[in-house]
């Protein structure tokens, strides 16, 4: 494939590309705002089996953002 041909490629654009990003929260307030008489017992157990494990994703990117400031303050305060 030419120069032409990867640039063709590039330039194509997906329905995806086109849809606006969802805001920072917005699938929090959707979770808050759902209606859990709807759901039955089984399937509210699974709803907090999933929400345990994105507050673990939650928790291991918190301890990955504070060991990364850690070793930065560690590297600009060696002479210090």
Known sequence: ?????????????TFEDLEPRPQRGAAMAALGREDLDLYSVDELGERIEALEAEIARARAA?????AKKSAADALFNFGN
């Open 62 to 66: 918190i301890a990955g953002k504070a």
């Open 1 to 13: 494939m030419g120069f032409f041909g990867v640039l063709a490629k590039e330039a194509t654009m």
